[in-house]
């Protein structure tokens, strides 16, 4: 395709309007009451990255509380509310909505050459449901604060607990809604907004994962808002639900909760498992392998995930039979896990690899994710979790897993941050807060697991001297990785104000969003492209003048052109 030489057009790119969604219109309220995805995605990813940095916060001052047995920094009632509001945030304001509404929004459209998403409006809302959940659950601070950890076990929370946490529970039903509007609004757009001719196997991967990730949002979040709303009635008007004293039945709470927050474990790793299958498959220029079966076991995820809940409850008092079931079906969610992780090595396998930035979140995250998923299965064995329930064995445990999805959700930053921002960061900066977050993860989190085995108990301030040494060795990673977020913030505000200008394909991705301009235009791109082969990188050459990557026809039989 020929293209005219405009002044100022980059090399090997058409000429192209200099209008984009970031500069089409300015203002606050041009942001504020924007219906643009892209705009919605780059609010969400502003206020989650903000969330974190709070979150991440809370996590430092517990960490800096164990560095001694007995008071270092803090008392033990705050404490309390320090791991509370550090599990809560990252959970419900950080985690949950991460990939989907921040990278989600952005990418989902573009991805299927849609111009929006389905129901734009409802997608504001779900952001402002987001943000007044948010305040609410940080208003608790005015409050008296929350400390009965995020799982607001009952009758703790109905009956002693600080009234503070009456906002947090409020906010997060709330919250809830910002997850089901996000999922339905997905779901619609997928079945009904896909450019034409292309199928269910033409999707990317990630939009695979965000489908199953939808349908889990929608079928249990409701489980857990109505859940919160009896725990609220029972803690305000005194009926009783949970409250044996009321007549009602502590173990319904757990049950009620684990229903819900045992599939928004997938909640959270579903759509980072979804980026993993584009990182992997553009950083090793090579086709994903076994497409099909990377699908499927997403949803198979997603449906299993419904059906585990119990194995939290070993020790609640439920019958050795229940348990059993509830272990054995546990184990099978290993399968679909495994084979997603086992085509992502089949993909690399003779790939040519990059290690970009990218791409080193995506191979932290299969070591990350794997040392999570094998020590899943030591508690999910009833025998040794009766052992290792309540442990740091169980905090390195979840961190292992949720945290992978965070180093998915930098990875994914990185990758699409050329085309959020127009603009590149600086790749060697971006290498080294990857390698400090890794270290510092591993070295924070190890240890727990040998402090957990040998019986130090979660959640607590004070601890014999014996684990005084894994504590320090564990809080001395979290200041590195401390430092790892703190550079990383750094380089990006940087790239923000000074980035060199990026290329419309800067790592040689394959799907649409590497076909329109960084940034994209408002209506997402100049020309419709045409679907084919998402993860075919044939056409795909680097050009040195554009700086990135551009699609060339090659006809049958040339020889391709050197790298
Ligand atoms: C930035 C690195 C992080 C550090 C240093 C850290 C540290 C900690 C510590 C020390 C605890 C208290 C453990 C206890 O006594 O029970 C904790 C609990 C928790 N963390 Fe993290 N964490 C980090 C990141 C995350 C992330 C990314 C997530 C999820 C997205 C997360 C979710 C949780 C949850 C759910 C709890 C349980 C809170 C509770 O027991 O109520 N953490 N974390
Ligand atoms: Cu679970």
């Not at 997603?302 to 585990?308: E, P």
């Not at 401390?482 to 991705?509: C, E, F, Q, T």
């Amino acid at each position: 395709m020929a293209s005219i030489s405009v002044p100022g057009a980059i090399a090997g790119q058409p000429a192209r309007s200099k209008a984009n969604y970031l500069n089409a219109s300015s203002g606050f309220l041009s942001w504020a009451f924007t219906l643009d995805h892209k705009r919605i995605g780059v609010m969400y990813l502003v206020g989650i990255f903000t969330a974190f940095l709070l979150g991440g916060l809370f996590a430092l001052l517990v960490r800096t509380e164990l560095l001694t047995p007995g008071p270092t920094i803090t008392t033990h009632d705050w404490y309390n509310r320090f791991f509370t509001l550090h599990g809560a945030i990252m959970v419900f304001i950080v985690i949950i909505p991460g990939i989907p509404a921040a990278l989600g929004n952005f990418a989902l459209p573009i991805m299927i050459g849609a111009k929006d998403v389905a129901f734009p409006r409802l997608n504001l809302a779900s952001f402002y449901m987001w943000v007044i959940g948010t305040l609410f659950a940080i208003s608790t601070l005015a409050f008296g604060a929350v400390d009965t950890g995020w799982t607001f076990y009952t009758p703790y929370s109905t009956k002693y607990a600080f009234n503070g946490m009456i906002p947090v529970v409020a906010g997060a039903f709330i919250l809830g809604f910002s997850s089901i509007f996000t999922g339905l609004n997905f779901i619609v757009t997928i079945h009904k907004l896909r450019a034409p001719g292309m199928g269910w196997f033409g999707l990317p991967l990630f939009l695979w994962s965000l489908y199953a990730t939808a349908l889990v949002q929608i079928l249990a979040t409701p489980v857990l808002g109505i859940t919160l709303l009896l725990l609220l009635v029972e803690r305000t008007l005194g009926v009783g639900f949970f409250n044996p004293e009321l007549g009602g039945d502590p173990v319904l709470f757990q049950h009620f909760f684990w229903f819900y927050s045992h599939p928004a474990v997938y909640i959270m790793i579903l759509p980072a498992m979804g980026v993993m299958s584009e990182l992997i498959s553009v950083f090793s220029h090579k086709h994903i392998f076994g497409y099909k079966f990377i699908a499927f076991s997403s949803v198979a995820i997603a449906l299993l995930g419904f059906l585990v809940w119990g194995h939290h409850m070993f020790v609640s008092g439920q019958s050795n039979l229940v348990g059993m079931i509830f272990s054995a079906i546990t184990f099978t969610i290993a399968v679909p896990s495994a084979i997603k992780v086992f085509n992502w090595l089949a993909t690399m396998y003779k790939g040519s690899i990059s290690l970009n930035s990218p791409m080193l979140y995506a191979l932290s995250f299969m070591w990350i994710f794997g040392i999570g998923g094998l020590t899943g299965l030591f508690l999910g064995t009833m025998a040794t979790d009766v052992h290792l329930h309540d442990t740091y064995f169980v905090v390195a445990h979840f961190h292992y897993v949720m945290a992978g999805t965070i180093f998915v959700l930098f990875g994914g930053i990185h990758y699409w941050w050329p085309k959020m921002t127009g603009k590149m960061f600086n790749e060697p900066l971006a290498r080294l807060s990857c390698l400090l977050l890794f270290v510092g993860f591993n070295v924070t989190f190890f240890t727990q697991f040998m402090m957990g085995s040998h019986g130090m108990p979660r959640r607590y301030y004070n601890y014999p001297a014996q684990f005084q040494m894994y504590h320090q060795i564990s809080s001395a990673g979290s200041y590195i990785m401390g430092l790892g977020v703190i550079l990383m913030v750094g380089y990006l505000l940087h790239s923000l104000a000074r980035g060199r200008k990026a290329p419309d394909n800067p790592w040689g991705g394959a799907t649409f969003e590497w076909r329109t301009s960084s940034p994209p235009p408002v209506e997402n791109f100049h020309e419709q492209p045409v679907v084919d082969d998402l993860y075919d990188y044939e056409k795909l050459f680097w050009d040195e003048q554009a700086g990135g990557y551009v699609r060339r026809e090659v006809p049958d039989g040339a020889a391709r052109p050197a790298h």
